[in-house]
């Protein structure tokens, strides 16, 4: 499986409002059923983010093109900004059938389930301390892979 990760600015740089705005703005372009989705969780997402969920564990998204993982830098490191990542994706994540996972504190996770529910089937909640394991073939750099060209088939006119 193919994984790309963004890490995106945060508190204190960024509103937990404005940071999921961002997030919002990677994944979904505008008047798009999937936006308005998106946005129908804003307070849900927000929260979240202010109790910096997404600090250590990401918000994991699976649709059209690769797996995407989202992250949020906070603090000092979202001032400085250093590690983070907010390059556009190649790929629109919700163009066909997806699915998000966001991370949740355990303490909280029963009233964010039962708001995501009231919301939208695509989006659900786990434990932020349950350590997402990756797939073995996600460990790998796709830059060392192996690649098989057919030679015949490129070189024809």
Same mark, same amino acid.
């Given at each position: 499986m193919t994984v790309v990760a963004r890490t995106l600015v945060? #508190?204190?740089?960024?509103?937990?409002? &404005?940071?999921?705005?961002?997030? !919002?703005?990677? #994944?979904?372009?505008? %008047?798009?059923?999937?936006?308005? &989705?998106? &946005?129908? !969780?804003? %307070?849900?997402?927000?929260?979240? !983010?202010?109790r910096e969920a997404m600090k250590s564990a990401p918000i994991v998204m699976h649709g059209s093109g690769p797996q995407l993982r989202i992250y949020c830098i906070y603090g000092e490191d979202a001032i400085t900004a250093d590690d983070a990542n907010e390059n556009k994706l190649a790929f629109n994540p919700t163009k066909e059938d997806w699915a998000m996972s966001l991370p949740c504190p355990e303490d909280e996770m029963e009233w964010v389930q039962n708001a995501l529910l009231q919301k939208t089937e695509r989006i659900t909640a786990r434990d932020q301390e349950d350590k997402f394991e990756p797939d073995k073939d996600e460990t790998k750099s796709s830059a060392g892979a192996k690649v098989a060209v057919n030679k015949e088939a490129f070189f024809r006119s």
């Open positions: 945060a #508190v204190p740089a960024r509103s937990a409002s &404005e940071t999921w705005r961002a997030i !919002i703005d990677l #994944v979904a372009p505008a %008047g798009t059923d999937a936006r308005k &989705e998106l &946005e129908s !969780i804003s %307070g849900i997402a927000s929260s979240l !983010i202010t």
